[in-house]
């Protein structure tokens, strides 16, 4: 019995002995990665704040590795489209997204997508976040978001908010303001942020909620007004306005964050190696300083807390249709 004791013992040593060099032959997909050019998929068009974030962390990213970040442009479905090529791409890591909070709405409202933003798609990291402003045609006789309420309430479906589309971002954050502060400003869809300014110009729509980098050009001269902001804290790049919740309408807080993300099924280790060097690029004073010029603040977080964040946003504009019962028509 001891022999054969001994026997399966040194059967076993053998086997292990054996194994080791298979395990150290495994290979390290975050070793040598990247190897060859990336693909930044931009699921808007050039010129764009999600198209202007992108290229500048690629350009940080192809100076890190030495290896090319190409920006690629795939815009269509309100974003849809960028996403899903992201999604169904080898998963490999060499094709990455940079998404907005406009597709965790999108994924709240629209049960025909062809992905899941959860399932389908790794969260890598948040870029960054921005805030809106609310801002109006002076021809609306109010100076503050508590005046702004009471007109609304004073003449209701009188105002209309402009949005660059229905089911975006601008769309929800007016469709909050309207359920939170009680009153009913009747939303006007545009193709596009582009659009919405010279409709807001000419009077066509009297309110809107847009970025500060949209809206800034025209306040000097008074063609707009810009009552507050749209973030939980007042914002460094505009220390004057208040936000939403402390002018009037409490717990209203949007941010148009963006945040990048590739297929679900590339490997972890190099879904880590992504993360540490794209927060690495949102750390450095180049990048800070062309954010701040749009009034966004680089972010950065762990793969888990990204994932963690879009899963709250898609509850929370879940929770908004349902509560305010709102029925999206194009």
């Not at 040598?32 to 704040?49: E, H, L, N, W, Y």
């Not at 939170?180 to 919405?196: C, D, E, F, Q, S």
């Not at 902001?229 to 964050?257: C, F, H, I, N």
Request: charged share 20%; aromatic share 6%; hydrophobic share 45%.
């Amino acid at each position: 019995m001891r022999r054969l004791n001994l026997a399966v013992r040194a059967t076993a040593v053998a086997c292990a002995l054996a194994a080791q060099p298979l395990v150290a032959a495994q290979p390290d997909g975050a070793k040598d990665f990247p190897s060859k050019p990336i693909r930044f998929i931009v699921p808007f068009a050039p010129g764009a704040g999600t198209d202007t974030t992108a290229r500048t962390i690629a350009q940080k990213l192809s100076e890190t590795w030495g290896q090319q970040v190409v920006v690629d442009n795939r815009t269509g479905a309100a974003g849809a489209i960028g996403v899903d090529l992201t999604a169904k791409a080898i998963p490999d890591g060499y094709t990455i997204c940079l998404i907005s909070a406009s597709h965790s709405v999108n994924s709240a409202v629209n049960p025909k997508l062809p992905y899941d933003l959860v399932k389908d798609l790794a969260a890598i990291s948040q870029a960054s976040s921005l805030f809106y402003v609310v801002y109006h045609n002076p021809s609306v006789p109010v100076k503050s978001i508590k005046e702004l309420v009471a007109y609304a309430k004073a003449n209701p479906g009188k105002l209309n908010f402009g949005s660059s589309g229905t089911g975006g971002l601008q769309h929800f954050a007016g469709e909050m303001f309207n359920y939170m502060a009680g009153v009913k400003m009747i939303h006007v869809p545009y193709k596009g942020t582009a659009a919405v300014i010279p409709a807001m110009l000419a009077g066509d729509v009297q309110v809107g909620f847009g970025t500060l980098f949209g809206v800034r050009p025209h306040l000097p001269s008074g063609r707009l007004r810009a009552l507050a902001v749209t973030s939980g804290k007042r914002a460094p790049a505009a220390p004057e306005l208040p936000t939403v919740m402390e002018a009037g309408v409490p717990g209203y807080e949007v941010d148009q964050w963006y945040g990048v993300l590739t297929s679900a099924k590339v490997p972890a280790p190099i879904v880590r190696k992504l993360n540490a060097a794209i927060n690495e690029a949102l750390k450095s004073p180049d990048v800070v300083k062309r954010f701040s010029a749009d009034g966004s603040t680089p972010r950065g977080s762990t793969p888990e807390q990204f994932a963690a964040h879009i899963r709250s946003e898609i509850a929370k504009w879940r929770k908004l249709v349902k509560e305010a019962n709102l029925e999206l028509q194009n």
